[in-house]
């Protein structure tokens, strides 16, 4: 029987220079793709746990044996011009397939538990949107029961802007709102995490 949740989840490919290129800039390609690496397999064995079905979207193309189990990972590939409209796209895909409720993170949160997660689709019996502010200003989680296309536009994605201006296109009456995390993108980030501290200067 098909789950009412889905657990949508982006990545970016595996690849040096295409991966955590902020991180990469302060710590070298290097051990910026191995923190990455790291954070793919906590998301994906954080995400098992999730009680949703599943769909990995990939920036480049499908990576077969990777951390993602395929029996437990439908995969596909990001569609569209900007990080905007590739959420988009991902959104309207699963409510065309009768989702009731989609919930989208990344794959660069340690800070984050299925517990959480499955909070947040709690949330979403009661609210249309859920969403959890980052602490640079973006947003790790989103959830709807309905596309809201608005919130896909016009925005300046990876930027401290995008939480704020995400939250004027939503009706504040029926969203709610996480508590605020840390994502990996910088050295200051990864000062937060001591589990990460062993991957600098690989």
Same mark, same amino acid.
């Given at each position: 029987?098909?789950?009412?949740?889905?657990?949508?989840?982006?990545?970016?490919?595996?690849?040096?220079?295409?991966?955590?290129?902020?991180?990469?800039? #302060?710590?070298?390609?290097? *051990? !910026?793709? @191995? %923190?990455?690496?790291?954070?793919? =397999?906590?998301?994906?064995?954080?995400?098992?746990?999730?009680?949703?079905?599943?769909?990995?979207?990939?920036?480049?193309?499908?990576?077969?044996?990777?951390?993602?189990?395929?029996?437990?990972?439908?995969?596909?590939?990001?569609?569209?011009?900007?990080?905007?409209?590739?959420?988009?796209?991902?959104?309207?895909?699963?409510?065309?397939?009768?989702?009731?409720?989609?919930?989208?993170?990344?794959? #660069?949160?340690?800070?984050? *538990? !299925?517990? @959480? %997660?499955?909070?947040?689709?709690? =949330?979403?019996?009661?609210?249309?949107?859920?969403?959890?502010?980052?602490?640079?200003?973006?947003?790790?989680?989103?959830?709807?029961?309905?596309?809201?296309?608005?919130?896909?536009?016009?925005?300046?994605?990876?930027?401290?802007?995008?939480?704020?201006?995400?939250?004027?296109?939503?009706?504040?009456?029926?969203?709610?709102?996480?508590?605020?995390?840390?994502?990996?993108?910088?050295?200051?980030?990864?000062?937060?995490?001591?589990?990460?501290?062993?991957?600098?200067?690989?």
């Amino acid at each position: 029987m098909k789950n009412k949740n889905l657990l949508l989840i982006f990545t970016k490919n595996p690849i040096p220079g295409k991966c955590k290129t902020r991180l990469a800039k #302060d710590i070298g390609e290097n *051990s !910026a793709l @191995e %923190i990455y690496r790291y954070l793919l =397999q906590h998301t994906a064995n954080m995400a098992q746990k999730v009680k949703a079905d599943k769909y990995i979207y990939y920036s480049e193309n499908i990576e077969k044996n990777d951390y993602f189990e395929e029996d437990k990972f439908r995969k596909k590939i990001q569609n569209g011009t900007d990080l905007g409209e590739r959420m988009h796209n991902a959104f309207q895909e699963g409510f065309t397939e009768k989702y009731s409720q989609i919930i989208i993170i990344g794959s #660069d949160m340690l800070d984050i *538990s !299925a517990q @959480e %997660i499955n909070f947040a689709f709690k =949330q979403l019996e009661k609210y249309k949107y859920v969403i959890g502010p980052a602490q640079d200003g973006g947003y790790y989680l989103l959830g709807m029961q309905q596309l809201h296309p608005t919130i896909f536009k016009n925005k300046k994605w990876s930027s401290p802007s995008v939480f704020n201006e995400t939250m004027h296109n939503l009706p504040k009456e029926e969203t709610a709102v996480l508590a605020i995390k840390n994502d990996i993108d910088t050295l200051e980030d990864i000062d937060k995490e001591s589990v990460l501290q062993k991957f600098i200067n690989l």
